[in-house]
């Protein structure tokens, strides 16, 4: 029978391999849909007449209301039942709803459609932790993680690239705004299919160390002389409950989620800084923030990850630290960046704190996996992805938008470069309570 129908094998090198590649494929396309609509926000603006306000209401709160909220049940339903079923059937809904952005007429019809995003998208990370957690031993998850982690810088970049290739007409004088969400929209559903027959459902916490028995402990037998089966995964109070004892666990999903209000708006954002304050076109806009995604986000992702494994060795205190200390230094970086007076050192600048504002991922879900017991991983990640995608998503690329919007009849194409260098202090809340998380970690983590 093949490693794929077979749930009891032992899951060879390189099928784990294939295992994080599918994962990092359906991840980078639930980051390419999540933010093609970053580059095409400018001929959007154009052809439906938007304000800076709604912008930031279809990036922001349609996508992250429902994406937020149904993660909870989807979460609950991955401690219990097929996990890879439900991302199959999470990546054809969002990937579904990205094509029928393309036929939107007007704003509510987009924002609608925003929605249905968010709802596919909802079931797609916090299974996807679960099951790298349970193909991959504790002292390459941190890796593991940072490698999938790799999908939200690729499939960003990738979206900005190709939305501006497709609405610029470099692939057509036909296609526009609308074609690029139908075409990326039905490449998702094309794979979803090669991803439920190669994938295969893991044994839970397989591959955590097991505590030995006591020698004088007697096999757990039933009356009927069938061993007790374990313990069934807990609700979502009970998860509470076990993680309101973790403090480390609360402070770093607050430094997270400060870092993701910044990093999400920047992400939503940045294109149209580019546009307006250096006048560049949509296509030399998509490839300058494409590189400046590509090329900071996946150094600052693979970083973050190695270093959360070999550092989290001799303390888990490092698992916090590192994050910690790439954020206090990306606030001034994002200063510098939007101070540049060309767009060449604009993006140079970018580069840097693109990857330090990434470094957390890494280190910081491979500890969310250890601050739960296996059971758990699911429901935990859900909570962490509840909060920090209702600050990050939904508050964090609003509010850029909204202040530049207020900003506007001061400083008027310049708004939005004063609005970022704002939010960039979200960097230095979040560095502040990754500091704070270090000093009870160690107590947390689950023996």
Not at 108 to 120: E, I, M, N, S
Request: charged fraction near 10%; include cysteine.
């Amino acid at each position: 029978m093949s490693t794929a129908n077979n749930p009891a094998a032992a899951p060879s090198a390189g099928y784990r391999v294939w295992v994080l590649a599918m994962l990092f494929i359906v991840y980078a396309f639930n980051f390419l849909d999540r933010q093609i609509i970053s580059i095409l926000a400018i001929p959007i603006q154009e052809e439906l007449g938007l304000s800076d306000r709604q912008l930031g209401l279809l990036g922001g709160i349609a996508f992250a209301a429902l994406y937020s909220t149904l993660g909870v049940p989807i979460a609950w339903l991955a401690d219990r039942t097929n996990r890879t079923w439900i991302i199959t059937i999470s990546l054809t809904v969002w990937s579904g709803f990205t094509a029928v952005c393309g036929f939107a007429q007007n704003f509510w019809q987009l924002f609608l459609a925003r929605v249905g995003v968010g709802v596919g998208e909802a079931g797609g990370v916090a299974p996807s932790y679960s099951l790298i957690a349970d193909y991959f031993p504790s002292n390459s998850r941190a890796r593991a993680l940072a490698i999938y982690s790799l999908g939200i810088p690729i499939g960003s970049a990738f979206g900005v690239v190709a939305g501006a290739q497709i609405a610029g007409g470099n692939l057509g004088d036909n296609l526009d705004w609308r074609a690029a969400f139908i075409i990326v929209g039905i490449a998702g559903i094309v794979i979803a299919p090669i991803f439920k027959l190669t994938l295969r459902e893991p044994v839970r916490g397989g591959l955590d160390k097991k505590p030995e028995p006591p020698k004088t402990a007697e096999p757990r037998i039933m009356p009927g002389g069938e061993p007790v089966a374990p313990p069934k995964a807990p609700g979502f109070f009970a998860v509470l409950g076990v993680l309101s004892k973790k403090p480390s666990f609360w402070f770093m999903v607050l430094g997270a989620s400060c870092s993701s209000m910044m990093g999400y708006g920047v992400f939503f954002w940045i294109p149209s800084f580019f546009a307006r304050s250096f006048e560049l076109g949509i296509i030399e806009t998509g490839w300058l923030f494409g590189g400046v995604l590509f090329v900071g986000g996946s150094l600052g992702i693979i970083l973050g990850g190695v270093l959360g494994d070999l550092m989290g060795k001799g303390s888990k205190k490092m698992f916090a630290l590192v994050p910690a200390v790439a954020f206090l230094l990306t606030f001034p970086m994002y200063i510098a960046g939007t101070m540049a007076t060309t767009p060449l050192m604009a993006a140079a600048l970018f580069v840097i704190p693109t990857g330090l504002g990434l470094a957390w991922l890494g280190p910081t879900l491979s500890a969310f996996q250890h601050l739960a017991p296996a059971n758990m991983r699911s429901m935990a990640s859900a909570v962490f992805l509840l909060i920090n995608n209702l600050l990050g998503i939904g508050v964090g690329v609003y509010v850029l938008g909204e202040l530049s919007t207020l900003l506007t009849p001061a400083f008027g194409n310049e708004a939005l470069r004063y609005s970022i260098m704002i939010g960039a202090g979200l960097y230095v809340v979040a560095g502040i309570l990754f500091l704070i998380a270090s000093r009870t970690i160690e107590n947390d983590w689950e023996k």
